[in-house]
């Protein structure tokens, strides 16, 4: 086995340190994820209008819940829910 110069071993080290910068997160992003495991999704950003068949809803970007939705009204309606597998 090679021996490194600690000049090498110290880039090495920084490089290293430096691509773990990005994959961080910051501190809100930490509270929010401790919130959501601990209270559930929130449900803050909802798709548009999905029609399938007779039904309206929208879904949850997050967690998939969705809720019904009343086209005339404009208004979702009713609890959220999720989707049956088949």
Known sequence: MKRMSVKVMEEIVEQRNESRWFDRE???EKIERFL????GC????MSLPY???TS???????C????????????MVGPYYYPTVR
């Open 26 to 28: 910051t501190v809100g």
């Open 36 to 39: 959501t495991r601990t209270f």
């Open 42 to 45: 929130r449900h803050r950003q």
């Open 51 to 53: 029609t399938r068949g």
């Open 56 to 62: 309206t809803y929208r879904t949850c970007v997050a």
């Open 64 to 75: 998939g819940a969705r809720r019904d939705f009343d086209l005339v009204q404009g208004i």
